[in-house]
């Protein structure tokens, strides 16, 4: 069992920077892919970016050369930092994971995949 706890969420202005972390209580180091999501009122909860279990990383189209995802293993800690945030930013962020052995790909799996879940972190971005 694992549970994720996130946190670094905030308010910032349009153009500024956040880091958000996702400390795991378990070892997720082998054979677990790990996931931003975030989710806007009334919107659905869309993949942000991933690191697989062999460290294929990919990202939403939308945040491509703004965002970048990283593990540190040693701390069971996953990161995501936020640069040159837009209001259309402004969500709540989840960290999630999911137990695999066989993902390769770099394309980010829907929410439906992922078994575990953080509480979630609240950006927001002002204009």
């Known amino acids: 069992q694992v549970q994720l706890v996130e946190s670094g969420g905030g308010s910032v202005e349009a153009g500024g920077s956040l880091r958000l972390s996702c400390a795991a209580s378990g070892s997720t180091r082998n054979g677990y892919s790990m996931a931003w999501f975030r989710q806007a009122p009334g919107k659905e909860r869309a993949g942000v970016a991933k690191?697989?279990?062999?460290?294929?990383?990919a990202y939403a189209d939308a945040v491509k050369g703004r965002f970048t995802i990283s593990k540190d293993n040693d701390k069971n800690t996953l990161y995501l930092q936020m640069n040159s945030l837009k209001v259309e930013d402004s969500a709540m962020y989840y960290c999630?994971?999911?137990?695999?052995?066989?993902?390769?790909?770099?394309?980010?799996?829907?929410?439906?995949?992922?078994?575990?879940w953080g509480q979630g972190t609240q950006v927001t971005v002002s204009s």
């Open positions: 999630a994971a999911r137990r695999t052995y066989t993902e390769y790909d770099d394309t980010i799996l829907p929410p439906s995949e992922y078994n575990y």
């Open positions: 690191i697989g279990p062999f460290g294929v990383i």
